[in-house]
C-alpha cells in the first residue's frame, strides 16, 4: 500500500478539481441558457425595429413623393360667404375642417399652437388687407396608416393648404406608434367679394408647395 501513497496526492486534487468542473458547470449551465434566451430576444427585437424602420421609411418616401410632385396648384383660397368677418373668424372655419380631419382619422392631438401672418409669407407680403394667412403647429400620436389618411385628405381639401414641415418619430416603448409634429399654413381672403380678389390673385405669386391629390 505505501507504493501507492505517492499518488493518494494527485487523485486527491484531481477528484477536487473534477468536484470544481462540475460545481462550474451546475453554475454556468443556467447562466448560458439565460444568455441565449436573451440573445434570441435582443435578435427578435432587432427585427422588428428594422421592420418598423422600413414602415416610417415608406411613410416618409410616400410623404416626400406627395411634396416633390407639387410644382403649381389648382386650389381656390377659402374665401368668407359674409363681410366684415374679423380674422379669428376666417381663421377658426379651416381650424376647425383641420380639427375635424384629425378626429375623423383618430388621430389624437397631443399640443397645437397657432401664429397670424408669418412675415416670411409672400401673400402676408403682398398684401395683408388681402389675405389672411395662420399657421397650425400641432403635435400628433397615431399609428402609420391613420398619419397616410390625415396627409391624404389634407391634399384632397378642397381649399389651399401648405405643408409647412412634418417630422416624424417612432414612440420608443411601441415602434408602432407614431409622434408627429405636423405645421401647417392656412390661406383665407379677407373678403368675400369676387371680383375686388380676382385682381389681388393675377398678381399674386405661385402657390408653392398647394395641396394635390396623391400621385400614383
Known sequence: MDKYK????????????AILIFAAFK???PKIEELNTLTTEVQSKTEELEKKNNELNIVKQKIKKIKDSITTS???IYSPIESDLGNDTLF???YNDMIEMVHSNTVKIKSINYK???ETDAFVKFGR???FVCDVDMELVSNYVNLGKLIQDIYQYPYYIKINSLEVNPYQKDKTILLSKLSLRLYAHTEPSEDETAAQEAAAPALDGANTALPQ
Open 27 to 29: 453554475l454556468i449551465t
Open 74 to 76: 389648382q386650389k381656390k
Open 92 to 94: 377658426f372655419t379651416l
Open 6 to 17: 505517492k499518488f493518494y496526492g494527485l487523485i486527491a486534487f484531481v477528484a477536487a478539481t
Open 129 to 131: 388687407d388681402v389675405y
Open 116 to 118: 397670424y401672418n408669418p
